[in-house]
């Protein structure tokens, strides 16, 4: 059974930095096409970030230059550094995991930029 688990979101002040973990088990793919998503309470869900099976990645225009998505393979967990945060990426962060055509979700990680 495959299992998306989030982690890494807080509390920070504008202008600092976080990690989240994406982390897939109940599968033997190490490389599995995987987005970040947020959403901020009554919005829509939007992409943050991707990453391919060849590590390409592409980037929304609102985080370009301050985010990065990056994976550990042997572990099966994809990072999304953020930096240099405002209080506009203020949502809950979500991992999409797609494995033989079909997409995983996790259950979010709450991101809160704010003095």
């Known amino acids: 059974q495959v299992q998306v688990v989030e982690s890494g979101g807080d509390l920070v002040q504008p202008g600092g930095s976080l990690r989240l973990s994406c982390e897939v088990s109940?599968?033997?793919?190490?490389?599995?096409?995987t987005e970040w998503h947020r959403q901020e309470p009554g919005g829509q869900r939007e992409l943050v970030a991707s990453i391919m099976s060849g590590d390409k990645t592409i980037y929304a225009e609102s985080v370009k230059g301050r985010f990065a998505i990056s994976r550990d393979n042997a572990k099966k967990i994809v990072y999304l550094q953020m930096n240099t945060l405002k209080p506009e990426d203020t949502a809950v962060y979500y991992c999409?995991?797609?494995?033989?055509?079909?997409?995983?979700w996790g259950q979010g990680t709450q991101v809160t930029v704010s003095s």
């Open positions: 999409q995991v797609t494995l033989e055509y079909r997409q995983y």
């Open positions: 109940g599968t033997s793919i190490s490389t599995p096409y």
